[in-house]
């Protein structure tokens, strides 16, 4: 599984850090990703991240 931001949706909420700091870092406003692929054992705590975007920022592949 891989992750992906749209920067330019991401609104720099923290909810993905908050959720799943393990694979989302939020630096200058914006979240990044720091993991990939994303580790099997983060794998639904990424999910959870997707689900809780608020802004549909964080896609996977
Ligand atoms: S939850 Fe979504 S909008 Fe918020 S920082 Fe993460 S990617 Fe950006």
């Not at 990044?32 to 639904?44: F, G, I, L, R």
């Amino acid at each position: 599984m891989k992750v992906s931001v749209d920067k330019d949706l991401c609104i720099g909420s923290g909810n993905c850090e908050a959720t799943c700091p393990e694979v989302f870092e939020v630096r200058d406003e914006k979240a990044h990703v720091k993991t990939d692929p994303v580790p099997e054992d983060q794998e639904d705590k990424a999910q959870q991240a997707i689900d809780g975007c608020p802004s549909g920022a964080i896609t996977k592949s």
